[in-house]
């Protein structure tokens, strides 16, 4: 980076040197050392993620105003320099790569530094006069990134819960709920490894993805209870150095008026800032979801596969022209995309259990990588899952007489005939018709093996389809 000339900048100093910092920039010494340092990957931190670390340093300055260690004056044009952020100021000064200093003390340092720069500016100070408010003793009083950044890992997955995933889990159970309801008398052909099997209703296999999807809800949401237990108050090893008596339980309770949500200090701290299981746990019930939504997507690209030369008993809706040279193709795009985003995340999770492995003693270094990949899983998901509901699953279209006609020409239907004539006699009927093309009813009929009354009632795909209890 090209250093700033004249007026343009400001002189700022740490305890490596003096440099010079663009006089508009918000961030200070430290960030920009952490620019210079990691030009990695161009990536940014997540907007959820610099939200999460917000709000614990509103929650901070707050409670370390209360308790007479920090200026009320400071306290206060801290919270309010952090509430400008989180509605949605300054955000092109959280600058620094997602892949950074271990532990994520450059990031840290960098929502540090905004803040105090601002609110040197609140009140009436100029920028980098860190005599007045300084990032390291005022901002980051009593806290240190080992005792920060778990935490704000554990608030941005949350965050990224409760206005993304969730909503969008939700809208997608209640669209694949709506198509039970509307198919629930389409008698379908089922398939056991690919092969013709006994017949259900297209509405089950609709109601089935419902239960599914929201028993992985269940899932998530118990997982995510984890997140809601604090290190916050550990600072550097756990053991709370230059923290007031009172603060850890303070700073819970403020920050989670701030979420209006339930917070609770750690029983722990030590426990609470090495261990990353809360983040393994959550992002595995995440892969868990992903798992079963790539067999969603690949179900519904198989019944919609064609339309001349696949099954296509069912129509996903059209949303785009689906070829750059075949005219008139349209592909079952949002299903495809859903399952390149559930890999996506599938190795997130991968890499998110090898950082997790990788704490020494005090600290974990690696959590920069599971910040990123756990909030980004989540939202990525969740988006995911926003789209596929609007734009493919409440359009979903059934061919009725797409999937009777082969239900009705399946050979799993005799089946149905075990208990009547047994499973040989059977499938020797079975081989008979697939050899000869002649009807499975025909067969029996010329076998003598049942009489023409007692096959028509056998043969009801209606009865065959029946779930227990739904009719
Ligand atoms: N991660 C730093 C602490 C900090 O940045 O606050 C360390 O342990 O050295």
Not at 118 to 132: C, H, T, V
Not at 188 to 196: A, L
Not at 202 to 222: C, N, P, W, Y
Not at 243 to 266: D, F
């Amino acid at each position: 980076m090209s250093e700033p000339t004249g007026a343009d900048y400001r002189i700022e100093k740490d305890s490596m040197g003096e440099r010079q910092i663009p006089a508009s920039a918000y961030y200070g010494i430290q960030t920009l050392r952490a620019i210079e340092n990691f030009p990695i990957s161009g990536i940014k931190p997540l907007p959820t993620y610099v939200d999460a670390c917000v709000l614990i340093k509103k929650a901070t300055a707050i409670a370390n105003g209360e308790l007479g260690c920090i200026d009320q004056e400071i306290s206060r044009a801290i919270a309010r320099a952090a509430d400008e952020v989180l509605a949605g100021k300054f955000r092109d000064q959280f600058v620094v790569d997602i892949y950074q200093a271990g532990a994520g003390t450059s990031h840290h340092m960098n929502v540090n530094e905004v803040l105090a720069n601002r609110a040197l500016e609140i009140l009436g100070d100029e920028k980098g006069n860190y005599q007045r408010i300084s990032p390291n003793d005022d901002v980051n009083y009593g806290q240190s990134t080992n005792d920060v950044i778990p935490t704000a890992i554990r608030i941005g997955a949350l965050l990224a819960l409760e206005h993304t995933l969730y909503p969008a889990l939700e809208a997608a159970i209640e669209a694949v709920e709506n198509k039970a309801v509307e198919f629930k008398d389409i008698v379908k052909s089922g398939r056991t490894h690919m092969q013709d099997a006994v017949p259900v209703r297209l509405g089950e296999s609709f109601r089935a993805f419902g239960q599914i999807l929201s028993d992985h809800m269940t899932r998530i949401e118990t997982a995510s209870l984890d997140l809601t237990v604090l290190g916050l108050g550990g600072s550097a090893a756990g053991t709370g150095l230059n923290t007031h008596p009172q603060y850890r339980a303070r700073v819970a309770k403020i920050l989670s008026e701030l979420m209006n949500q339930t917070l609770q200090p750690a029983p722990h701290m030590m426990a609470a800032m090495q261990s990353m299981a809360p983040f393994v746990n959550v992002s595995g019930a995440l892969r868990n979801l992903a798992q079963d939504l790539i067999k969603i997507s690949h179900d519904l690209r198989l019944m919609d596969s064609g339309p001349k030369t696949g099954l296509k008993e069912i129509q996903l809706p059209p949303v785009q022209p689906g070829s750059s040279i075949m005219p008139g193709k349209y592909n079952p795009v949002m299903a495809e995309m859903t399952s390149m985003v559930c890999f996506q995340v599938m190795g997130y999770d991968a890499a998110i259990a090898m950082a997790a492995s990788a704490g020494q003693l005090e600290l974990n270094v690696m959590m920069p990588l599971i910040a990123y990949d756990l909030i980004h899983s989540i939202e990525i998901l969740g988006n995911t899952i926003n789209v596929l509901a609007s734009r493919c699953l409440e359009g979903i279209v059934a061919n009725s007489d797409r999937t009777r006609a082969y239900a009705e020409g399946s050979l799993a239907l005799v089946t149905a005939l075990n208990t009547h004539i047994g499973y040989l006699n059977a499938a020797a009927v079975a081989k008979e018709s697939l050899d000869t093309g002649k009807s499975l009813r025909e067969i029996v009929l010329e076998r003598g093996l049942m009489s023409q009354e007692d096959l028509a009632k056998v043969l009801d795909l209606e009865k065959m389809s029946a779930m227990p209890g739904n009719g």
